[in-house]
């Protein structure tokens, strides 16, 4: 009987998608500092949507692009002229089960991050209910900032 239960639960049961990141301002680069975890099969989904062949990120070629051109229309910071910056790609550190994605916003002529709010759409188009949730850290401040489809940007400061 209890097989038949978890037989059954696992044919209705709906996987989580989210993905978390940190983000901390260092005063020294005068820059936000990005750490982004999402699942690898989510991202390969993602990168793979619209292209002939299926992305892997291990093995295909072109991938940082990939993700580059991604991060640029989905995760971004407004600074309060409303001009838009696309994220610095870094690096990244593809696991098994989850990668992370490493790169940064500079922040130009004396702007401060709390003046300035943060996009985080990552997978809203591919996956229904997809949840991001960014911890932001600033000196001894911290705020945890959640992005849902209703939801998909928040400012920085307090």
Same mark, same amino acid.
């Given at each position: 009987?209890?097989?038949?239960?978890?037989?059954?639960?696992?044919?209705?049961?709906?996987?989580?998608?989210?993905?978390?990141?940190?983000?901390?301002?260092? &005063? +020294?680069?005068?820059?936000?500092? !990005?750490? %982004?975890?999402?699942?690898?099969?989510?991202? #390969?989904?993602? =990168?793979?949507? /619209?292209?002939?062949?299926?992305?892997?990120?291990?093995?295909?070629?072109?991938?940082?692009?990939?993700?580059?051109?991604?991060?640029?229309?989905?995760?971004?910071?407004?600074?309060?002229?409303?001009?838009?910056?696309? &994220? +610095?790609?870094?690096?990244?550190? !593809?696991? %098994?089960?989850?990668?992370?994605?490493?790169? #940064?916003?500079? =922040?130009?002529? /004396?702007?401060?991050?709390?003046?300035?709010?943060?996009?985080?759409?990552?997978?809203?188009?591919?996956?229904?209910?997809?949840?991001?949730?960014?911890?932001?850290?600033?000196?001894?401040?911290?705020?945890?900032?959640?992005?849902?489809?209703?939801?998909?940007?928040?400012? %920085?400061?307090?």
């Amino acid at each position: 009987m209890a097989g038949l239960l978890a037989t059954a639960f696992a044919t209705h049961a709906h996987p989580v998608h989210a993905t978390f990141s940190e983000a901390v301002w260092n &005063p +020294k680069t005068k820059s936000i500092e !990005v750490a %982004l975890r999402i699942r690898s099969v989510d991202l #390969e989904k993602t =990168l793979s949507r /619209g292209r002939m062949k299926a992305v892997d990120l291990k093995r295909s070629s072109g991938v940082d692009t990939l993700i580059r051109a991604y991060l640029g229309k989905t995760f971004t910071l407004t600074l309060p002229d409303k001009r838009i910056l696309k &994220p +610095k790609w870094s690096d990244k550190d !593809v696991g %098994l089960i989850n990668t992370w994605l490493y790169f #940064e916003f500079p =922040l130009q002529g /004396g702007q401060l991050p709390g003046n300035c709010s943060i996009s985080n759409t990552v997978c809203f188009n591919e996956f229904k209910g997809q949840r991001n949730v960014i911890e932001f850290r600033e000196g001894t401040s911290r705020k945890i900032l959640s992005f849902t489809g209703e939801k998909r940007t928040h400012a %920085l400061g307090r």
